[in-house]
């Protein structure tokens, strides 16, 4: 499940941390954090879309096609909160929620998830 892995590293340090922080509520004030969760959540809905095919094809891990799929809605919606005005860190609990409900289910299968933060070209 490295796709899984790569989105789930991918959300907790873009979108998750400054959320929680309170630097998603206002994204006029912080631009640059704002643009980098918007990135991340691209990379992580397309990382989410390549995992909820291993999951399809996999007898395996066939319990999870339904959480990811719940998973790639909500951040879209997360999206759209963040477009239209901000994000509150309960607007990304739900997710983080969701990302510990798969991880669990998918170490309950035999395949544990193992968070990946990609690379940034900056650091």
Known sequence: MLHAGLAFG????????????GDLSHPLEHKF???KAALAAAFVYHELKLALADAQASPTLSKL???????????????GSV?????????????????SSIKSQAAAAGQPITEQTPATPSG
Request: hydrophobic letters at 45%; zero cysteines.
């Open 33 to 35: 954090t704002t643009v």
């Open 83 to 99: 477009k239209s005005g901000g994000a509150s860190p309960a607007d990304v609990a739900g997710l983080d929620t969701t990302v």
């Open 10 to 21: 991918a959300f907790h340090r873009w979108i998750y941390k400054p959320a929680k922080a």
């Open 65 to 79: 096609v339904a959480p990811i799929t719940d998973l790639q809605n909500k951040l879209h919606d997360l999206a």
